[in-house]
């Protein structure tokens, strides 16, 4: 079975668009997208540095737009579920056929504006946790004040609060984490900082007209796959401002009988998880189109047991 996955936010390098750009249609699609949320996607994919592309507000939809562009190219895939990280889980609503693309693009632009309003509040950030168990990282995360945002399996848990709260977590490390990472992102995404943010997406929501997803969805609250529409929005609005469970995720596709992953650009994180918590798993990354073809084989040996 075939599960086809979408990175989230921290994913983007500058100029990680350039090469997608080539292919027909994929500039004019972009400038359509451009277009309709008031944002250059192909400048900020192709031109702007990595402190630019940090935005919040420009990094949610340009990972979006390039999900789409780069799953687009794959031509016709059949999955047995998609799931995507945090801002991916929009890349995924669309992929199942919940969202048309230009209500996705629609829809994490103001996702990005509400989150980086709600980050501009309090000096926030996020730092990943390498190594280490649950059981003794999570108590101590609770000690420093910090949330666990992104629980992702494969001995990554990634922490969010205030600055000094992180600081403090940098000299003062849980038993057995061999590492503490600062991540390239805005704010202490997926926790209470983000509450305002929410109440943004809600509005946002009720202009939406959700279909229910054409294949299995698999969401990031608690992995359980959602066969409602409505449900998918409901839970893509309250996610920002709760953690991400890809721990949950990757044990949904276990049990769902998984052979294969393939993550759209920009790949890399995601497919770094599954190899790790998903040994025996075939898995691909689509970093440029030289990667396409070699997708394409992968999905058509896998996708005929989805």
């Known amino acids: 079975m075939l599960v086809l996955v979408a990175p989230g936010q921290g994913a983007q390098t500058p100029g990680f668009l350039t090469p997608w750009l080539e292919l027909d249609g994929a500039a004019d699609r972009l400038a359509a997208w451009s277009d309709a949320i008031g944002l250059d996607l192909a400048h900020y994919g192709t031109q702007a540095d990595a402190d630019a592309i940090r935005d919040t507000a420009v990094a949610q939809p340009l990972l979006v737009a390039a999900g789409l562009l780069s799953a687009s190219a794959l031509g016709e895939v059949a999955p047995g579920a998609v799931a995507g990280h945090s801002v991916g889980e929009i890349t995924a609503a669309a992929l199942a056929g919940v969202l048309d693309d230009s209500a996705a693009l629609q829809l994490v632009r103001k996702r990005g504006l509400a989150m980086a309003d709600a980050a501009a509040i309090t000096q926030t950030g996020m730092s990943a946790l390498l190594g280490g168990e649950p059981d003794t990282v999570l108590p101590h995360l609770e000690k420093l004040g910090l949330t666990p945002a992104n629980v992702n399996g494969a001995g990554q848990i990634v922490a969010a609060g205030t600055m000094e709260q992180l600081a403090a977590l940098a000299e003062d490390k849980p038993e057995g984490t061999r590492r503490v990472v600062p991540l390239k992102v805005a704010g202490a995404f997926h926790t209470e900082h983000m509450g305002p943010a929410v109440a943004v997406l809600d509005e946002a929501a009720k202009e939406l007209s959700p279909a229910d997803p054409k294949v299995r969805y698999v ?21 920002v401002a709760n953690p991400v469970r890809w721990d949950l995720c990757m044990e949904t596709f276990k049990e769902l009988g998984v052979t294969a992953l393939v993550e759209i650009c920009p790949g890399g994180t995601l497919t770094g998880l599954a190899k790790r918590a998903l040994p025996g798993v075939k898995t691909l990354a689509l970093k440029t189109p030289d990667d396409l073809d070699a997708a394409r084989a992968l999905i058509a040996e896998h996708s005929q047991t989805a």
């Open 219 to 239: 969401s990031n609250k608690d992995g359980a796959a959602v066969d409602s529409g409505a449900e998918v929005i409901a839970r893509l609005v309250g996610q």
